[in-house]
């Protein structure tokens, strides 16, 4: 398995642009798992989906911040318009509920200039 | 919720000395208690990871302590090798929930 795969790796975009950030999941887990991670506020969970149903975003810091799962294979979140304090790197994860280890993706770094 | 402290913040220490990492929680229904390392420009990964049904757990150099009673448990890293240098998140989930909530994480450097 090629393990949870976000793309893209970098982004770099300039304030009030719309931002879209991919995750595939690892074939056979139904929970997925958006972070964000800084220096200040270290790793933030953003929202959760359990077999593609958003459970709980009360981390989405505000309503330019939104996500989705039309698919067990496939999440986006999108950042509209994005803000330079958004610049952060952004992890999927994923897990089952059998089991309990979250495998992250490798990141997107997200400038927002 | 949860509510989870790490401490310290760094800690640097010499090739071949040992290193602890402290992290207290607060809910008392947490009964799974994971450590990430990640290292510069990598993902967290998953090292080693403790339930609440035993006190400690060992994989070669690292080991993890679990007290239930004071709500506390601690990374010990033995031999440290550079390699080890990252920063280290540890994390409690409670029962029932599959959302882990993380520490601030610990950034340790070992000089060779």
């Known amino acids: 398995d090629a393990g949870v795969i976000q793309s893209p790796r970098h982004e770099v975009t300039e304030m009030g642009q719309e931002v879209t950030l991919r995750c595939k999941p690892i074939?056979?887990?139904?929970?997925l798992f958006w972070y964000r991670q800084t220096m200040m506020r270290g790793l933030e969970l953003l929202i959760y989906?359990?077999?593609?149903?958003?459970?709980?975003d009360s981390g989405m810091p505000e309503d330019r911040f939104s996500a989705k799962m039309p698919n067990a294979s496939f999440s986006t979140l999108k950042i509209q318009p994005s803000e330079p304090r958004d610049s952060a790197v952004y992890f999927c994860a994923s897990r089952t509920g059998l089991y309990n280890e979250q495998f992250f993706g490798p990141g997107t770094r997200l400038t927002v200039l | 919720g949860e509510n989870v402290e790490q401490h310290p913040s760094t800690l640097s220490v010499q090739e071949g000395d040992s290193a602890v990492i402290k992290c207290t929680y607060s809910d008392s229904a947490s009964n799974y208690f994971p450590w990430y390392k990640q290292e510069l420009g990598k993902r967290p990964q998953l090292i080693i990871d403790i339930r609440s049904n035993v006190g400690e757990k060992k994989d070669q150099r690292i080991a993890v302590t679990l007290n239930k009673t004071a709500k506390h448990f601690s990374l010990h890293i033995t031999e440290t090798q550079p390699e080890d240098s990252a920063v280290y998140f540890c994390?409690?989930?409670?029962?029932?929930?599959?959302?882990?909530?993380f520490g601030r994480g610990t950034s340790l450097i070992v000089h060779p």
């Open positions: 074939s056979g887990h139904d929970y």
């Open positions: 989906f359990n077999n593609n149903v958003p459970i709980d």
């Open positions: 994390a409690a989930r409670t029962g029932g929930s599959y959302i882990p909530t």
